[in-house]
């Protein structure tokens, strides 16, 4: 990595074709002398610390220039208008700096450009007019496939000509620019778009109909416009590939099309905080592949139909703030990977399902004000990832269950129900536990217990001697085994399922480590050795293949940051792992846990493990390995606190020469990158993002699902807002203490990694950095870190 300043004499390099710097920690002007190589084609600066304004003759001076990336820098002043000299460039990149002044028409005669990003500045449009004429120059851009103009004060409305850009743009960025009026109609002449991105603007009027012609649309977001209104248009039916459609928090009347539901490529509807009327359509609930859905805030009625379980793929459902009545569907306890469910603030009555006992990915549950009644079922206390829970101000009765996630909610839970009793520190009655017919229950119970018992001792004592025998061969089979073989390799078939339930008495739920969405982990004795047993759940649609990507991965990597497979057990009805055990649990674990805290350079030095995972993963194995769903709960922490990567079920290997693959297999939400999400395009940059998230939730220990980031805001675009100058509102309290005399070292370091993961989770998958480029990086505000620290 480099640093200071570029020395001038770089433009003696006249010959130099291509001039890459990305991603180093040069600072101070870019040196007019640059011009001097009028040969070169390519010149990325990308990812700096360059001040100062451009060369006022750099297009005259750079006539072959093919590529200028300047993103991630903090360039001032106007584009020379001399850019437009250099009219070879196709892809010209200049986000995230402080350019300024009106938005240059320049960039229209750059005829053959293709991609133009200049998020992040403050470019305005024309004073002349109110309309953003700059579309009428870029029209010319007969070529142009991706552009990025959002989060700039651009103030004016979308012209008609935005209809008249090119045939090839797949990809329009405009969000929280201050574009104002109303889309217009000839929007839908862009029929090669993709992505569409006009999120917290001031846009007004009408979703033109012409929005239907846009038939290759894959991505549509209106979010927070807040004054787009009337219906949603019947024409959104012909776009057969969308798969995002967020219109939320506008004025949309009327009710949900039902052609919503024949669209199958949906994946993410978000409808909440409008003024939609009737009932949700029930072609809604066979949408197999939705995984968000949040029509919240709303004047939505009806019931809800037992056709709600279909959506088993689902992660998230908010019906919240409605008037749905009746009662909630068994079926719901299909739903398997929901993660997040609000029927809050409805008119729902009756029992709250057993069922619910079988969501078992649920984090979050808020059931409140309804007209709910019964009891809270027993088979909630299964559901060891719920966080969260509110089923206050409702008409519950009988005793709170006790433990499982129980242990951990307060009296705010359970607030205003009629007849709810349980433990004191929830405030509320204690249960009466002596009645007559309790004690009759007791008693009966405990003669059949009594029965069970000595007939359990008559067949023992016949069958004690052939076990003990079997016993003893098969432990001196694991023993033997196990010190014949401490490698990683994968040895197929030498722990039997009798083993290995032995070793976890019985998969007890005392034993249970933790539950993903293909099996559980248990921790398991065999012979004198603590181990970590992963179930797999056959049951499971993907289970099968999830543990042959395992096996296949995990039989040939060797690396001292991924956790090792000691041995395996496979059957036609039972398939196992048998791995390293980490006996201080996952990161998830430490940074969402009240009782466990990690100190400033413990939290880097995890993610330098990760990182160093990822490096051996994507370049030092013969073949990139992309792991797919990096994320805390799948990062390992071993006696001395060293991280390792877990989980490789979703994994991809790519073939030679390969650098993209697809998949239908969707990871976490929230650590996903946005192509993986919409497109199901899987690369290293796919990690690379995910590691960006990462590093964001290990230093604010906020969950890029965390309530507080609802429909389109989320964890990146908080901290996007406040990097650098309000990092107070963003840092975990913990790591930096008010008065302490290092806090503004430790700060400027904890600006540094919140860049650094800006910079990782970049949309454009080729702006991300690469691992090894961010492990550099960490691993110098880790030196500089320390230095903090010790002075």
């Not at 603590?530 to 690396?559: P, W, Y």
């Amino acid at each position: 990595m480099s640093s200071g300043e570029l020395p001038r004499e770089i433009g003696n390099l006249f010959n130099l074709g291509r001039l890459d710097l990305h991603y180093n920690f040069l600072t101070g002007s870019i040196p007019s002398t640059i011009l001097n190589m009028s040969n070169i084609r390519g010149i990325s600066f990308l990812g700096n610390f360059f001040t100062g304004s451009l060369p006022p003759d750099i297009g005259l001076g750079l006539p072959n220039l093919e590529e200028l990336y300047l993103g991630y820098n903090n360039l001032t002043g106007s584009i020379p208008h001399s850019l437009s000299n250099a009219s070879n460039i196709f892809r010209l990149g200049i986000g995230y700096n402080d350019f300024s002044g009106p938005f240059p028409r320049s960039f229209g005669n750059l005829r053959r450009l293709e991609y133009l990003n200049v998020n992040d500045n403050h470019f305005t449009r024309e004073p002349s007019s109110p309309e953003l004429t700059f579309f009428n120059s870029l029209t010319n851009c007969r070529h142009l496939r991706k552009l990025w103009i959002g989060y700039n004060p651009l103030d004016g409305n979308l012209p008609a000509s935005v209809g008249n850009l090119s045939s090839s743009l797949d990809y329009v960025y405009a969000a929280y620019s201050e574009i104002r009026g109303n889309i217009p109609s000839e929007i839908g002449n862009l029929s090669g778009l993709s992505f569409l991105f006009l999120q917290g603007n001031y846009l007004s009027g009408f979703i033109p109909r012409t929005i239907g012609n846009i038939e290759n649309l894959q991505a549509l977001n209106l979010y927070a416009n807040k004054m787009i209104s009337g219906p949603i248009p019947e024409e959104i039916r012909n776009l057969k590939k969308l798969g995002f459609l967020s219109l939320g928090n506008n004025e949309l009347c009327c009710s949900i099309p039902v052609c919503l539901g024949n669209i199958t490529s949906l994946r993410y509807i978000y409808l909440g905080s409008n003024k939609l009327t009737f009932s949700i359509p029930p072609s809604l609930w066979n949408l197999n592949d939705l995984l968000h859905l949040d029509v919240s805030s709303n004047f939505l009625k009806s019931s809800l139909p037992p056709e709600i379980g279909n959506l088993k793929a689902a992660t998230l459902l908010n019906i919240s703030k409605n008037q749905i009545s009746g009662n909630i569907p068994s079926t719901i306890g299909g739903m398997q990977n929901m993660a997040e469910l609000s029927f809050a603030e409805n008119r729902l009555e009756g029992p709250i399902p057993e069922s619910m006992g079988n969501m078992v990915a649920l984090e979050s549950l808020d059931l409140s004000h309804n007209k709910l009644s019964g009891g809270i079922p027993k088979s909630l206390v299964a559901l060891s990832h719920l966080n969260y829970l509110n089923i206050s101000y409702n008409r519950l009765s009988g005793e709170i269950p006790i433990g499982g996630p129980f242990s951990n909610f307060s009296y705010d839970s359970f607030l205003s129900n009629e007849a709810l009793c349980g433990a004191a520190r929830l405030q509320i009655p204690a249960c009466r536990s002596n009645s007559p017919h309790r004690k009759r229950k007791k008693k009966v119970l405990l003669i059949v217990l009594i029965l069970l018992v000595a007939a359990s001792i008559i067949m023992l004592s016949v069958m004690l001697t052939v076990f003990l025998v079997i016993r003893s061969r098969k432990r001196k089979t694991i023993i033997a085994t196990l010190q014949a073989d401490a490698s990683p390799a994968m040895v197929h078939g030498r722990v039997s399922y009798h083993d290995l339930q032995q070793a976890t008495n019985g998969f007890s739920t005392t034993n249970l480590l933790g539950s993903g969405s293909y099996g559980s982990v248990y921790k398991a004795t065999l012979g004198s050795t603590i181990m970590a047993v992963k179930v797999f759940n056959l049951q499971v649609e993907g289970a099968f293949k999830s543990f042959d990507t395992e096996c296949e991965v995990l039989r040939n990597l060797r690396h001292r940051n991924l956790t090792k497979v000691i041995n395996s057990c496979s059957s036609v009805d039972f398939k196992a792992l048998v791995l390293e055990y980490m006996p201080n649990g996952s990161l998830d674990d430490w940074l969402h846990s009240e009782n466990r805290s990690l100190d400033i350079m413990r939290r880097v030095d995890i993610m330098i493990d990760v990182g160093s995972a990822l490096d051996y993963l994507h370049q030092g194995y013969f073949v990139p390995v992309i792991h797919c769903d990096l994320k805390p709960s799948n990062v390992l922490l071993d006696e001395d606190l060293v991280a390792h990567v877990s989980d490789f079920g979703l994994a991809k290997l790519l073939g030679a020469g390969e650098s993209i693959a697809h998949t239908k297999t969707l990871a976490t939400i929230g650590y996903i990158a946005p192509e993986f999400g919409l497109e199901g395009l899987v690369s290293t940059r796919c990690d690379i993002y995910s590691y960006g998230i990462m590093l964001m939730e290990t230093f604010t220990r906020k969950k890029p699902t965390d309530e507080m980031f609802a429909e389109n805001s989320n964890l990146r675009e908080w901290i996007r807002q406040s990097w650098p100058r309000a990092m107070d509102k963003i840092i975990d309290p913990e790591l930096i203490i008010p008065d302490e005399k290092n806090k503004t070292g430790k700060g400027q370091c904890l600006s540094s990694i919140m860049e650094l993961a800006l910079r990782c989770t970049v949309d454009l998958p080729e702006e991300r950095m690469n691992i090894k480029h961010a492990l550099v990086q960490l691993k110098n505000i880790r030196t500089m870190l320390e230095n903090v620290i010790m002075h």
